[in-house]
C-alpha cells in the first residue's frame, strides 16, 4: 500500500513538473482584407491580423499551441503549421481536403497541437489554394528553459521572412491558369519581411533593414515563404556560419550564400566583423533550366551602429543558374548527431518506394490549346477530393473518396532523365485519380523521388507533413538501385521536411511513420501542387492507446 501510494505521488509529482515546463500559448488569428501598396500600386490582400507578413508564433519545445482562427473573408480558408510534426493531432494539420475541410466565411476552428521534441525555425501558412502568398508567418520554437542552443549564445536574433508579390489578385492568377491550361503568370517582385527594398521611379518602396553593433553576433531565422521560387539569401562581405534547417540542428558550416526552397527555413549566424557600414542583403532566385522565373532581385540593409555615411557596400547575387552553389548548400547539410540530439536513421526498411515527379499534358476541351498542363507522382495526377481525407478514414467512409492503391512505383518505367526523346508519348498524358499509400503504424519507408524530363526537368523542393525524414542520398539522372545504395549517408544524413529534388536527378528520404493520420505528400512549388503534384500517406493505427489518432474535435469545420 505505501508502495502503491508513493507511486501515485510520484507521478503525480512529475505530471506537475511537466505542466510548470510545458506552457500552453495562445493566439488569436483573425482572417481580414488589407490594402498593401507595392510597386507603385495598391490592392486589398488576405492575411492575418492586418500583417503581412503574419504573426510570429512564439513558443519554447513541447508547448501546447493554440489557435483561434476566425474567417472574416469571402474566402474558405485554412492553416497549416509547417514542419510541425502533428503528433496525433492530424485534426490541426491543415492542408484543405486532406486533414479538414476549410474554414468558411464567417466561421471559426481552432487549431490545437503540441510541439512535442521540437526546437527552431519553422513557418504557417495558408494551405489552400494560393492564399499562402500573402497568408503566412514565422514559428519560433525555443528550447526548454535551461536547455542551451549546441552553439554560442548569440546576442540577440532577428526573423527573416521571403516572399513573393503580385500586382494582381493570386486568385485570379491561378484561376485563369486552370481555365486556360497554360502556366500561371510569374510573380512580379520579391520581398524580405514584406519588402521589395528601393524600385525606381516608386517612392513608398522601402528595404527592411538590420541593425547591429561590432563584435555582436546575431542568429537570423530564415523562411522562404515564397510561392514558386527556391531563392538564395547573401549579405554583402558576411559569412554566415548555419546551424539548423528545418529546426533540426545541424553541424556548423560558414557559406556565403544560402539556398532555401519554398517551405524551408536556415538558422544561421552572424557576426558582425566590421567597425561600421551599410550592407546590402539580398534575395534572387534560382532556375536551371528552360522554365520561366521571375527574375528579381529583393534588397534589404544590414547596417552598423555609429554609421555616418549613406554609402551601399554591395556584392553580385550568385547567377540564375547556379546549380553548384545550391547543391554544395544542399549537400553539406549534416545533423548534429551528438549525445544530446542523436540522428537514427532507419536502417531496415519496410516499404521501399520510387516516386517518379514532373509535368504532362491532359486534354481540356474548355483549354485555349484543347489540353492543359498537369503534374504527377507515378503518372497519376491527384484529384483533391469534396471531403477531407482524414474524416473519411476515420469514420471509414472512404468509399467514393479515395482509394489505397496508389503505385509505389512507376507502373511503367522509362527513361525518367533522358530528354522528351526518350520518353513515349503515352507518358506525356495521365491519370487522374485520388489515391493514397497505406502504411502500418512504425512501419519504416524509403522513397526515391526521381525528378523527371517530361517536358522539361526542374528542381522539385518536396514537403512530407506529418514526420521528418533524413536525407540519405541525392544525385543527377537516373537512381541506380545497384551503385546508388553504397553511397548512401546513414551516420549524419541531414534531417528536414522539405528537401530539393534537382533538376533531372534524384534525392533518396527515409522516415518511419509513427503518426497515425493521412499526412500530404507534394511538391512545395504552388504551382505544381495546383497541377496535381501530390498524394498522401494513410498511417495506420497502433496498438498501444498512444499509438492511435484520437476522435476529431467537436468544432472541425463540415464541407
Known sequence: MAYSCARIFLLVFLSLLYLAEANIRHFKFNVVMKNMTKLCSTKPIVTINGKFPGPT??????????????????????????????????????????????????????????????????????????????????????????????????HTEKTIVLGEWWKSDVEDVIKQSTQSGLPPNLSDAHTINGLTGPITGCNNSHGYTIHVETGKSYLLRIINAAVNDELFFKIARHNLTVVEADASYTKPFNTETLFLGPGQTANAILTANHPTGNFLMTISPFMDTVVPVNNATATAFLRYKNTTTKSLTVSKTPPINATSIAQNFSDTLRSLNSRNYPTNVPLKIDHSLLFAIGVGVNPCSTCINGTKTVADINNVTFVMPTMALLQSHYFNKSQGVFTDDFPGRPLTPFDYTGGNNSIPLSNLQTKNGTQVYRLEFNATVQIIIQGTSVIAPESHPTHLHGSNFFVVGKGLGNFDPLMDPKKFNLVDPVERNTVNVPTAGWTAIRFIADNPGVWFFHCHLEVHTSWGLKMAFLVEDGKGSNEKLPPPPSDLPKC
Not at 481536403?97 to 466561421?107: A, D, E, N, W
Not at 487549431?111 to 519560433?140: C, D, E, K, M, P
Not at 535551461?146 to 548569440?154: D, K, S
Request: hydrophobic fraction near 35%; charge should be positive; proline fraction near 8%.
Open 57 to 154: 508564433l512564439y513558443a519554447r519545445e513541447d508547448d501546447n499551441v493554440i489557435v483561434n482562427l476566425t474567417n472574416n473573408v469571402s474566402y474558405n480558408v485554412t492553416i497549416h503549421w509547417h514542419g510541425v510534426k502533428q503528433l496525433r493531432t492530424g485534426w490541426s494539420d491543415g492542408p484543405a481536403y486532406i486533414t479538414q475541410c476549410p474554414v468558411q466565411p464567417g466561421g471559426t476552428f481552432v487549431y490545437n497541437f503540441t510541439l512535442t521534441g521540437q526546437r527552431g525555425t519553422l513557418l504557417w501558412h495558408a494551405h489552400i489554394s494560393w492564399l499562402r502568398a500573402t497568408v503566412h508567418g514565422a514559428i519560433v520554437i525555443l528550447p526548454k528553459r535551461g536547455v542551451p542552443y549546441p552553439f554560442p549564445r548569440p
